[in-house]
Structure formats: structure tokens, C-alpha cells
């Protein structure tokens, strides 16, 4: 199973990102989606997850300016981020929590997108 994540950058204040995380492999069916992040010095936080049915869950830091969304047919999430600031700053890992062809049930990570908002 690879996790494949897009979409990070720099960007101003106030701007917008927007990151896709694909899932790819021997996948039975995928549970719960998200995005997690780690800023220098911290430890990883959760930022969003999204079940199949569409339940959504935000840190208090990022409601109202993250939108966490997925499409189940491309195996896809992503995160559509609006009025960036600099504490928003981090590596955004995606994780996934999925049955594999064999009956296991496990969570992966994605390799990391870096996001870097500046003042």
C-alpha cells in the first residue's frame, strides 16, 4: 500500500492550499481518512479525518478555514486550506486507516508534503 501525497508549497498570509493524498496497493476498502502535521519542535497533531460516510473531525485551530474532503472512487482525500497563517506551517502527512486484500486492517502514512506559510 503507497500513500501519495501532492500539493504543498510557500505561500503568503491569508493564501490558499490546496493537498491530495492517493492511496494505492492491494486495498480491500479504506475506513477513515486524513491529515495530520508536524511542525519543528512538536509533535505530530491531527489537523482532519474523514470517514466513508463523510463524518468530519477538525483540530480547533484549523475549523472554519480547513475543509477535509474525499473521493472514494480515486481513493483520494484532501485538504483545502484557506487563510493560511504562519503557525499553520508544518509537514502534512495523509493517513488512512484500510483493510488490505489479505483481511489485515492497519493505518499507513504518507511520505510528507511540507507547507510553509510566510508573514
Known amino acids: 500500500v503507497q500513500l501519495q501525497a501532492s500539493g504543498g508549497g510557500l505561500v503568503q498570509a491569508g493564501g490558499s492550499l490546496r493537498l491530495s493524498c492517493a492511496a494505492s496497493?492491494?486495498?480491500?476498502?479504506?475506513?477513515?481518512m486524513g491529515w495530520y502535521r508536524q511542525a519543528p519542535g512538536k509533535e505530530r497533531e491531527l489537523v482532519a479525518t474523514i470517514t466513508t460516510d463523510r463524518y468530519t473531525k477538525y483540530a480547533d485551530s484549523v475549523k472554519g478555514r480547513f475543509t477535509v474532503s474525499r473521493d472514494n472512487a480515486k481513493s483520494t482525500v484532501y485538504l483545502q486550506m484557506n487563510s493560511l497563517q504562519p503557525e499553520d506551517t508544518a509537514v502534512y502527512y495523509c493517513?488512512?486507516?484500510?483493510?488490505?486484500?489479505?483481511?489485515?486492517?492497519?493505518?499507513?502514512w504518507g511520505q510528507g508534503t511540507q507547507v510553509t506559510v510566510s508573514s
Open positions: 496497493g492491494s486495498i480491500l476498502s479504506i475506513d477513515v
Open positions: 493517513n488512512t486507516l484500510l483493510t488490505v486484500l489479505r483481511g489485515t486492517y492497519d493505518a499507513y
